[in-house]
Structures are given as structure tokens and as C-alpha cells.
């Protein structure tokens, strides 16, 4: 009964070491992350091993797993840029990117885990003072923005790519210009607009003078051809006709044939 105590107490030890040990060799990666394994008695992380997927894994109690997120992320970045004529513009954007899943090995052991602040943001911002710098205010405010946002995307795609991050979009939230050059852009737009429909509204009304004009000219050539087509002949034959027709009608009337000066039969009157 004395010795169990003694031999108790290395079991227990051995049990606590034990869990320990497993405590440390268990690891579990999350759904959307990776890990990069450190191993202590070797070189630290190889950058030719594949990460460790998300799901449980059983590792050596002296080495660690550092924890990567592998699932798109966002970084807003505000920045302030000079525009061609030397104006402070400030940009809001959104950057979308993820790193590379099977260069994670790299990316740790060349920038580490602050990749982000060591790599995205300084791409960022070079990109986006080198493409702003190309155009005036008053295209970054109205037309432009577009191709702004497309050029600064493809410029920084060319710098973080080849560091082992997936850039996938750049989105530009808002462009803030100086009051003074906002406004003075908003009155040039405006009054464009105006000119613009000036011009419209002058154009819709030469076209319908215009419309006016053909159709009277053409009444007037009709009435010309009709009038050189009456001749004493023809109107003496229209009256005989419709004399005709008029004896011709069920309706009682008083018809006398005679000739006028004009030698047009006369219709006295009807009943």
C-alpha cells in the first residue's frame, strides 16, 4: 500500500506529459485558411512543401503551424495623388485579393505574415499616383473614372503577382477633388449641357421650317400643274357630266339645258 503512491505519481506525470504533447501536436486549420508548418530542427518553413489544408492534422510537439487566410479578402485604402496640373486628389478604394494557395511556403519565408502592409499597400499606392498623375482633374471626376480604376488595377496586378498574391479587383469608391475645382467643373458641365440643347432645340426647328417650306412648295407646284391643266374644253366636259349625273338622280328637280357665257349648261333649281 506504501508503494502505490510512488508508483502512482510517474503514471500521472506521464499522463499530463502526454497530453501535453498531444495538446501541442493537434492542430486544426479552419474552413477558408492554411498552414504553413515550421519545423524547429530542421530550416524553419520549406518553401517547396504544400500547406496544410483546412481540417485536423497531427504534427511534432516542437514545431508550430502559422495561420494563413486563403479566402478573398478586402483592404480599403485611402490615398491622396496629384493629378496632372499638381492638384491634391484623394482616392477611396477597395482592394480584393487573396495569396496564393500553393505559394504560401514563399510568401512566408520572403515577405511574412505582414505581406499585406509590406507588399499591397506600398503596390497600391505607387499605381495609383503613377495613373492619376496622367489626367486632369475634370476626367477623373466625370469620364474617366472607369478607365482610371481599370489602369491602376492592371498596374498593381503586375506588382503583386509575381509576390506570390492573387489580386482579383480594385474598386474606386469615391474621387474627392479641391470645393473650388469640383464647382468650377460642375459649372463647365452644366453649362455644356445647355449649350447642347440649344443646339438641339435649334436643329428641330430648322428641320421643321424646313418641313413647312417642302410642303408648301409642293402645294404650290400642284396647284400650278392643276391650273395649267383647265382648259375651257375640260371644264365644259366636267359640267356636261355632272348635269348627267344630276337628270340621272331619283330626287324630283327642274333641269334646263341652255348656255351660260361660258357656254355651260344651267341648272335652274331643285324640288
Known amino acids: 500500500m506504501e508503494k502505490l503512491p510512488k508508483v502512482g505519481l510517474p503514471i500521472l506525470i506521464a499522463i499530463v506529459l502526454l497530453i501535453i504533447v498531444l495538446a501541442k501536436s493537434a492542430v486544426t486549420i479552419d474552413s477558408g485558411h492554411a498552414g504553413v508548418l515550421y519545423e524547429t530542427l530542421n530550416d524553419g518553413v520549406s518553401s517547396e512543401k504544400a500547406p496544410l489544408g483546412p481540417g485536423f492534422h497531427i504534427i511534432a510537439p516542437w514545431n508550430r503551424v502559422i495561420d494563413y487566410e486563403t479566402r478573398q479578402q478586402e483592404m480599403p485604402e485611402k490615398m491622396s495623388v496629384l493629378s496632372s496640373n499638381g492638384l491634391d486628389i484623394k482616392l477611396d478604394a477597395s482592394i480584393l485579393f487573396q495569396p496564393e494557395f500553393n505559394s504560401l511556403g514563399k510568401l512566408h519565408n520572403e515577405k511574412g505574415e505582414s505581406y499585406v502592409s509590406r507588399v499591397l499597400q506600398p503596390a497600391i499606392r505607387s499605381a495609383a499616383r503613377s495613373v492619376v498623375g496622367r489626367y486632369t482633374p475634370e476626367q477623373l471626376y466625370s469620364s474617366k473614372r472607369d478607365a482610371i480604376q481599370e489602369e491602376i488595377y492592371e498596374e498593381t496586378k ?17 474621387v474627392t477633388l479641391p470645393p473650388t475645382i469640383k464647382q468650377a467643373i460642375e459649372r463647365k458641365l452644366k453649362q455644356e449641357q445647355e449649350s447642347l440643347e440649344y443646339e438641339f432645340r435649334l436643329v428641330t426647328a430648322q428641320k421643321e421650317a424646313e418641313k413647312v417650306i417642302i410642303e408648301a412648295q409642293g402645294k404650290a407646284d400642284a396647284n400650278r400643274i392643276l ?45
Open 158 to 174: 503586375k506588382l503583386v503577382e509575381p509576390q506570390f498574391i492573387q489580386l482579383n479587383d480594385i474598386l474606386i469608391r469615391d
Open 227 to 271: 391650273s395649267a391643266s383647265l382648259t375651257d374644253k375640260i371644264l365644259q366636259d366636267k359640267g356636261i357630266e355632272a348635269t348627267v349625273k344630276l337628270s340621272e338622280s331619283p330626287n324630283s328637280k327642274v333641269v334646263v339645258i341652255g348656255s351660260g357665257d361660258s357656254g355651260m349648261p344651267i341648272i335652274l333649281g331643285n324640288q
